[in-house]
């Protein structure tokens, strides 16, 4: 069992930065891949970015090169630093936690971008 909590949303106005973290518990979190996941009104949950228990990052092409996705294993947390954000980020985030079987969320933070 993993336990994920997610803080660090709120909001900005277009072009700030936010930093989203993930605090994880309950399992051996090095071993999971992670993600970051968004879901705004009336649309399907995204893949954000992800970062696998190597190290290797993925992003969504739409937030390529405003986002970066951390882990530190030592804190059992997961990051999420977004720069130059746009309105169409604003959704609730979710951190998500995957080692087979398993598949893990948080209940999700609000992210709104506006001015």
């Known amino acids: 069992q993993v336990q994920l909590v997610e803080s660090g949303g709120g909001l900005v106005q277009p072009g700030e930065s936010l930093r989203l973290s993930c605090a994880a518990s309950?399992?051996?979190?090095?071993?999971?891949?992670l993600g970051w996941y968004r879901q705004a009104p009336g649309k399907q949950r995204e893949l954000v970015a992800a970062?696998?228990?190597?190290?290797?990052?993925t992003y969504a092409g739409s937030v390529k090169g405003r986002f970066t996705i951390s882990r530190d294993n030592a804190n059992n947390t997961l990051t999420l630093q977004m720069n130059s954000l746009k309105p169409e980020d604003t959704a609730v985030y979710y951190c998500?936690?995957?080692?087979?079987?398993?598949?893990?969320w948080g209940q999700g933070t609000q992210v709104t971008v506006s001015t």
């Open positions: 309950g399992s051996i979190f090095s071993i999971y891949n």
């Open positions: 970062i696998t228990s190597g190290g290797t990052t």
């Open positions: 998500n936690a995957q080692h087979y079987p398993s598949n893990y």
